[in-house]
């Protein structure tokens, strides 16, 4: 059937719930059933916008990669389940695309800072675009993370191409900068850069559950200077 004005209304509920579902149950646990109870339809009515729990998921995750901008749904209903793969090729390229950080990518590619107030310019904006990235797909990474749990193939995904990915090319990034003397490191880069990314995951993604205070903009303050703080470029630079 077309998607009209009222039967999208219940489209985005749907994805709203399903959304809150996916992200704290991950894909495996999820149910059809109870994604229908938190709406307040029957599951028989679930399917007449979505033949399956997959063609939900998939929904679900494409509406996540288009923030911040608009998602625009299926015309025509039920949204049918994909074909196998297609849900893994589409966030392969997703993430190949989304996931690239210009600060870091300078960083690893350009020329050492010269002063000390450089690299500390330098490693907060590295840190601070981290934070914004994983703020602007909040959504997505919170639903990858738990799905991830029971998943293999997710897992997989997400940690070559994003969580292993990132951490893994912040490693390399405070390991040159280390054997440069320009950075501090309180520990081995690797461990140093799990750090980093404990902070930006935990303020970025999943602030709300841990309850932190303050905005967003607040948050991103808090990460910024405590990774400037921990590796203090002052002691080193001379």
Not at 124 to 143: K, P, Q, S
Request: glycine share 6%.
């Amino acid at each position: 059937m077309p998607l009209s004005a009222e039967s999208e209304a219940t489209f985005t509920r749907i994805l709203d719930e399903a959304e809150a579902l996916f992200a704290t149950r991950g894909y495996r646990r999820t149910r059809l059933s109870e994604v229908a109870a938190a709406v307040g339809v029957s599951e028989p009515a679930l399917y007449r916008y979505f033949r399956g729990k997959d063609a939900l998921f998939e929904q679900v995750l494409r509406r996540a990669a288009a923030s911040p901008g608009p998602y625009e749904p299926p015309q025509n209903l039920p949204v049918p389940n994909p074909e196998p793969g297609q849900i893994e090729s589409f966030l392969r390229a997703f993430f190949e695309e989304s996931r690239r950080v210009a600060a870091l990518e300078r960083a690893l590619l350009g020329p050492a800072p010269r002063t000390t107030e450089e690299a500390r310019t330098e490693l907060a904006g590295v840190v601070g675009e981290l934070f914004d990235l994983a703020t602007r797909y909040r959504a997505g990474a919170r639903i990858m993370n738990a799905s991830a749990l029971e998943s293999p193939e997710l897992g997989r995904i997400w940690d070559e191409n994003v969580r292993g990915y990132l951490t893994r090319a912040v490693e390399r990034y405070l390991g040159q900068r280390s054997d440069e003397g320009k950075l501090a490191l309180p520990t081995d880069p690797i461990d140093a850069a799990v750090v980093v990314a404990s902070l930006v995951t935990s303020h970025a993604v999943h602030a709300v559950e841990l309850g932190l205070p303050g905005s967003v903009e607040h948050r991103r303050g808090v990460v910024v200077a405590s990774v400037v703080a921990m590796l203090e470029p002052r002691k080193v630079i001379r």
